[in-house]
């Protein structure tokens, strides 16, 4: 299937917009038009959680408020991203088809409420959002503001009825075609837990399993495959009778950490929209990390998310000021959001939008950020910075469809965090596998280093540098790609903690994979876990540098060794490897560092390999210079990501789209300030 690309020359910047708790206030609606104008906004979510206004009562179908909404967006030039109600169902169905509402693993039956409180197997729940998608792409499929459709919202949880019981039974069924099968990839002698008829399955929970592996790596694949089936399910009509509207549904991000939605496999889910959007909300201005950690962390789910399908992406949700469910809902400081919002666009999103246009009266979304206020004012702070944002985005429009060329390549796979996540062995406390990359991919964004994210089934062969640490569950499809790559002359970075287990969380019986051996050039004897006052030394290069958490003994066979351990019962013992492989080289940090390792260790890779990074702007740390590309021009997003005035040096004349001058030399940048030069190739 061809898939489908915005018919928008502009960058978009708007949001999610619910005229329909506003119905009862023409007066609101009315302003809502001119607000949009003032603040320089140009397209609209709408829908998102409008069931109730569209089908009150079973059957009876109300569109003449989005009729008008639609037709007075377009009427000022705007766009529309159209909505299925599918992620809060109305009162009605629940009461009169109860078997919508999710059961919780505990076998408990939900009520009525919340968000995603249905039942994905549901076939009365695919009946209801089939009749009322077909409905919306019936009425809106030819107007002339539908841009694109939005499925549902931030697809997540799970069901453990009766219904998904048998559903998981079947999809295992599919999968390993026999019980002698699924008992030897689960290891079923453990525990007496031999499984001899498949109505003995059940789903894991805290009631029952939940100690067998590769029962629970395989739920959560069920998961995410249920999850897709529902969401195609969702687009037949929209496929059917808008086959050149583009599709997205909304990705997410765990909050606090800002490390990747770890609920579904988005690099499975990102094969089936046209184009991926997602929803950030960082906690800007936090007590626990420098603003330039953060940026690094941001930077890390952008570049993954639009590695997933090597295009760019969406942000669907920011926030211009703070959110209502953090911990501590502090708002952005003055500024933030225009650099935050350049962040999104230097990473390869062709918009900003927010949730939400304008805050709700009640319920527990009134506090959250908006662009309107409750005082309904264009003249409050947050509704300036919006415009200023909207004011920047015109000037940078020639930057929508251009992309960012990356020689280097972290691979992230949910999978393996799933796996690793659940075993019990190491530290509770200190797996940190996606904070682990995010550690290595910080060496590169604070050197202007561009970076993809990929997944183990993405291409490798456009990259000069793989970074693959920590990666714990590796199939021997994955082992024999890497083999490949390294043996085609492409350098690869792992570490400890690396290809333990199989695709079903099985230990391979040779221990560390002969093949892995044979790459790197060593066998791993140990990986001992430290507690967190312990520390080791890494000497590396005439210095030494803290080890904390993890440490891998490691017996050298053909390696050259490049780092010791400098204490314990290993000390002297390789700690960092290098091993020829092929027409490629191999490297191993076989132990946890501080930064200043891996800053260091990588500074000689990108010297090394000559790989490509910003050389026309020179800066301090804590600015990030990101660069996206044409066939013609590159845009230089410079970003100060610190709280004091940075000055930098710009060693060629290149036009500042922002200030629509020309500029070089040493230049100032603000707290929170941003720059973005283009410069011809």
């Known amino acids: 299937m061809t898939k489908k690309k915005m018919t928008e020359s502009r960058l978009l910047h708007g949001g999610d917009y619910n005229p329909d708790q506003w119905l009862n206030y023409p007066h609101i609606l009315q302003d809502d038009l001119r607000l949009m104008e003032l603040s320089k906004t140009n397209t609209f979510t709408l829908g998102v959680f409008a069931w109730s206004a569209l089908e009150p009562k079973e059957g009876e179908f109300h569109f003449e408020w989005l009729d008008e909404r639609m037709d007075a967006i377009h009427k000022m030039g705007g766009r529309v991203i159209l909505a299925t109600p599918s992620g809060a169902r109305p009162a009605w169905m629940s009461e009169k088809y109860p078997e919508v509402l999710r059961t919780a693993e505990n076998r408990m039956k939900l009520l009525h409420g919340g968000r995603h409180n249905h039942c994905f197997s549901s076939p009365i729940y695919r009946e209801k959002v089939a009749i009322i998608n077909r409905k919306l792409a019936e009425r809106y499929g030819n107007h002339p503001a539908l841009l694109m459709w939005h499925i549902s919202n931030e697809y997540g949880g799970d069901c453990h009825c009766n219904l ?25 002698p453990f525990w007496s837990h031999t499984i001899t008829e498949w109505s003995q399955i059940e789903s894991p929970s805290s009631l029952g399993e939940n100690m067998v592996h590769g029962l629970t790596l395989d739920w959560k694949r069920f998961v995410t495959d249920q999850t897709i089936n529902f969401y ?142 409750h005082d309904n004012s264009e003249n409050n702070r947050v509704f ?134 044979n790459i790197f050039g060593i066998d791993i004897k ?37 780092g010791t351990y400098g204490d314990d019962f290993y000390q002297g013992c390789p700690a960092v490897v290098v091993n020829s492989y092929g027409n490629g080289k191999a490297y191993y940090l076989g132990a946890r560092t501080e930064q200043a390792f891996l800053d260091d260790f990588y500074h000689e890779l990108i010297e090394s390999l000559d790989l490509p990074r910003s050389k026309v702007i020179v800066h301090e740390q804590g600015v990030s210079v990101q660069l996206r590309e044409s066939e013609t021009h590159q845009y230089y997003f410079v970003m100060n990501f610190t709280e004091k005035l940075q000055t930098i040096e710009v060693k060629e004349s290149m036009y500042d789209l922002l200030s629509q001058q020309n500029v070089s030399g040493m230049i100032e940048i603000p707290v929170y300030g941003a720059m973005v030069f283009k410069r011809e190739v």
């Open 384 to 517: 300036k910075e919006v415009s200023a944002v909207g004011d920047a985005l015109e000037k940078m429009k020639e930057i929508k469809d251009t992309n960012k060329n990356a020689k280097i390549a972290i691979l992230y796979d949910w999978e393996s965090n799933w796996a690793i996540n659940d075993t019990q062995g190491f530290a509770k406390a200190t797996k940190q596998y996606p904070q682990t990359l995010q550690k290595h991919y910080s060496s590169f964004w604070s050197k202007d280093v561009s970076v993809d994210i990929i997944t183990p089934g993405q291409n490798l062969d456009k990259y000069e540098l793989v970074i693959a640490p920590m990666l714990y569950l590796m199939s021997e499809e994955t082992i024999d790609k890497l083999e490949l790559y390294v043996s085609n002359g492409g350098t690869l970075v792992s570490s400890y903690i690396t290809g333990l287990v199989n695709e079903t969380d099985l230990a391979y019986l040779s221990g560390w994979h002969t093949k892995l051996q």
């Open 526 to 562: 140990e990986t001992d876990t430290l507690y967190p006052l312990d520390r080791n030394r890494l000497k590396y290069n005439d210095k030494e540098y803290e080890i904390i958490d993890y440490c891998t003994i490691i017996d050298n066979k053909s390696a050259q060794v490049l």
């Open 164 to 188: 998904c019981q048998a559903n998981f039974r079947a999809w295992l069924k599919e999968k390993y075609e026999t019980l002698n099968h699924l008992n030897h990839s689960w290891w079923g």
């Open 232 to 373: 195609e399910h969702e687009i037949i009509p929209l496929r059917e009778m808008t086959p050149d509207i583009p599709i997205t549904t909304n990705f997410m991000a765990d909050t606090h950490d800002l490390i990747p939605f770890q609920s579904l496999n988005y690099s499975k889910f990102a094969k089936h929209v046209d184009i991926l959007s997602w929803d950030c909300y960082p906690a800007w201005h936090n007590d626990w990390e420098e603003t330039k950690d953060l940026a690094t962390k941001v930077g890390f789910i952008n570049d993954l998310y639009r590695s997933l399908k090597q295009q760019p992406f969406l942000i669907m949700e920011c926030t211009p000021s703070g959110v209502n469910w953090h911990d501590v809902n502090k708002t952005k400081r003055p500024g933030m959001h225009l650099l935050s919002s350049l962040q999104f666009i230097a990473h390869g999103s062709d918009s900003v939008l927010y949730f939400q246009w304008r805050k709700s009266r009640g319920s527990s979304e009134k506090f959250h950020g908006a662009v309107v206020d």
